[in-house]
């Protein structure tokens, strides 16, 4: 069965640093997410992208994030310079059309900030 | 504005019984979707479940169904005969025509199921 892969799974990184999380959808969607959920709290939307640019996105997502699909396959998620506050896990998803259809996840990234 | 409302933290069930994980939704728009995720302890988050806001019929995916108000604007999870592996936390999720295609999420359900 297709699904969404992740990479990595776990991402330790200092203050300050930029963290690249990689993601792979399914191959037949056409529209990407980025998850954030901190340990213990919700999941919250960050970002949707189709058609090779930003759909929508969330106050999370200010401008130490930015999102690329560098290829046809990856969509990755930049992080320039991390804070304390971005450690989370970072789900990516994937669907096959924009509304009213099912969002496949990854199995998330953990991204610790220290 | 859209809201999820999940108000159990979390439950308890016997194994084989079932349970019902309760989700309620605030929106002005016609036309939406509610899911249903499970996620468990490894973090993962596996769908289960979807509900049309225009569909008829209550949604059915194996052990779960999904019992669908909309007057009283309520989706709540139904797991019946439930064993140890559904042990998790439960997410509902909304996604509306006219807010773009983000899912939003409640604040989840911790489900124990105890022998």
């Known amino acids: 069965e297709p699904e969404v892969t992740q990479t990595p799974s776990h991402q330790v990184t200092q203050m300050g640093q930029e963290v690249i999380l990689r993601c792979v959808p399914i191959s037949n969607h056409l529209y990407f997410y980025w998850y954030r959920q901190i340990l213990g709290q919700k999941v919250e939307f960050l970002v949707s992208f189709y058609n090779n640019e930003i759909s929508e996105k969330s106050e999370i997502f200010d401008d130490q994030f930015s999102v690329e699909r560098p290829d046809g396959s990856n969509f990755t998620l930049k992080i320039r310079s991390t804070k304390l506050e971005d450690s989370a896990m970072y789900f990516c998803?994937?669907?096959?059309?924009?509304?009213?259809?099912?969002?496949?996840f990854g199995q998330g990234t953990r991204l610790t900030v220290v | 504005a859209q809201k999820i409302t999940q108000t159990q933290p979390g439950m308890f069930v016997q194994e084989k019984e079932a349970v019902t994980l309760d989700c309620t939704y605030d929106t002005s728009d016609p036309s939406y979707g509610l899911f249903w995720y499970k996620q468990p302890s490894s973090g993962e988050m596996i769908f289960l479940i979807y509900?049309?806001?225009?569909?008829?019929q209550n949604a059915t995916e194996g052990r779960y169904s999904l019992n669908f108000q909309k007057a009283r604007k309520s989706a709540n999870l139904v797991i019946s005969a439930s064993q140890l592996g559904d042990s998790a936390m439960y997410f509902c999720?909304?996604?509306?025509?006219?807010?773009?295609?983000?899912?939003?999420f409640g604040t989840g359900t911790q489900l124990k199921v105890e022998l």
């Open positions: 999720a909304m996604i509306f025509t006219g807010g773009g295609n983000k899912l939003t």
């Open positions: 998803a994937s669907s096959a059309r924009s509304v009213n259809t099912e969002a496949f």
């Open positions: 509900q049309g806001s225009y569909d008829q």
